[in-house]
T-cell receptor, first 113, second 113 residues
Framework: GNSVTQMEGPVTLSEEAFLTINCTYT??????LFWYVQYPGEGLQLLLK?????DKGSNKGFEATYRKETTSFHLEKGSVQVSDSAVYFC????????????FGKGTLLTVNP | GAGVSQSPSNKVTEKGKDVELRCDPI?????LYWYRQRLGQGLEFLIY????????KSGLPSDRFSAERTGESVSTLTIQRTQQEDSAVYLC???????????FGPGTRLLVL
């Protein structure tokens, strides 16, 4: 079956530091890959996505590249801000039921000023 | 409305009682999803509604769980004879169509004592 493994947190960084949150997956077929973010007190929001190998999703300074050879979709940002403090979830959809999202456990990021 | 709304935001109940959780999707969204997030775990898919098609109930963990949706509007998730392991955050999402971006509500935090 499908599964997503992401880096366990919490991750604590200083403002302007470089961020990487690792995500690897197991899936049948050719999955679509997503990063969702949950800010404190808010619902999950789609941050970025990639639907085929070598695609790069990007949004708000975050990037992730779909790597089929390593089955990975690592999230990166060159310079984090305090406002990036949130829980980040890696997810995929695959197979005949592309509406079903399979999520990782989430990574809590705290950015200190 | 502006986004997906869920009620109640928090629910505390005693073991063995029934609970109903409500989801109001974004107006015009034909697809609606329920997920569950237990402590320290990723989100688990529960059920999916798309228009007038038969729902995909493959994620419901037991026959104590059921969900209904009236047309393309409100959905209710019902848990009968609640157990302590049902304690979780229950998240609802909606999308414009199947396989489109899912927009999540803030969730209902259920605690079964």
């Amino acid at each position: 079956g499908n599964s997503v493994t992401q880096m366990e947190g919490p991750v604590t960084l200083s403002e302007e530091a470089f961020l990487t949150i690792n995500c690897t997956y197991t899936a049948t077929g050719y999955p679509s890959l997503f990063w969702y973010v949950q800010y404190p007190g808010e619902g999950l929001q789609l941050l970025l996505k990639a639907t085929k190998a070598d695609d790069k999703g990007s949004n708000k300074g975050f990037e992730a590249t779909y790597r089929k050879e390593t089955t990975s979709f690592h999230l990166e940002k060159g310079s984090v801000q305090v406002s990036d403090s949130a829980v980040y979830f890696c997810a995929l959809s695959s197979g005949g039921s592309n509406y079903k999202l399979t999520f990782g456990k989430g990574t809590l990021l705290t950015v200190n000023p | 409305g502006a986004g997906v709304s869920q009620s109640p935001s928090n629910k505390v109940t005693e073991k063995g009682k029934d609970v109903e959780l409500r989801c109001d999707p974004i107006s015009g969204h034909t697809a609606l999803y329920w997920y569950r997030q237990r402590l320290g775990q990723g989100l688990e898919f529960l059920i999916y509604f798309q228009g007038n098609s038969a729902p995909d109930k493959s994620g419901l963990p037991s026959d104590r769980f059921s969900a209904e949706r009236t047309g393309e509007s409100v959905s209710t998730l019902t848990i009968q004879r609640t157990q302590q392991e049902d304690s979780a955050v229950y998240l609802c999402a909606s999308s414009f169509g199947a396989e489109e971006t899912q927009y999540f509500g803030p969730g209902t935090r259920l605690l079964v004592l």
